[in-house]
């Protein structure tokens, strides 16, 4: 189930025009309300991604501060260069 029909399930289906409201100001209430929950999923998923991030960095950094013989200083080399380009990035 996607994020859409969860929030449907939980949220959208149990709403009803208020009273007073035509179909368009209805339709303009649950498209603000959904919108608004798109924001909320956005940064939802920014703040996991960040922490995968962090995660990988400290991976990265890891093996660029502790190859122990000559046959670990590829993988060095190349965790140092990963971890420059990020920086030249920011």
């Known amino acids: 189930m996607n994020d ?7 949220e959208g289906s149990g709403m ?3 009273k007073g409201n ?7 209430r649950m498209t603000e309300i ?7 999923k ?3 998923r920014i703040e996991m991604l960040e922490a995968k991030l962090k995660t990988l960095e400290a991976g990265l950094k890891s093996i660029a501060n502790n190859t122990c013989c000559g046959s ?3 993988a060095r080399k190349v965790a ?3 971890l420059k380009e ?3 990035d920011e």
């Open 72 to 74: 670990c200083q590829e």
């Open 86 to 88: 990020a920086q030249d």
């Open 34 to 40: 959904a919108w608004s929950n798109g924001e909320y």
């Open 16 to 18: 009803r025009p208020l």
């Open 22 to 28: 035509c179909h368009e100001a209805h339709a303009r």
């Open 80 to 82: 140092e260069k990963t």
């Open 4 to 10: 859409y029909y969860k929030w449907w399930n939980n």
């Open 42 to 44: 956005a940064k939802e």
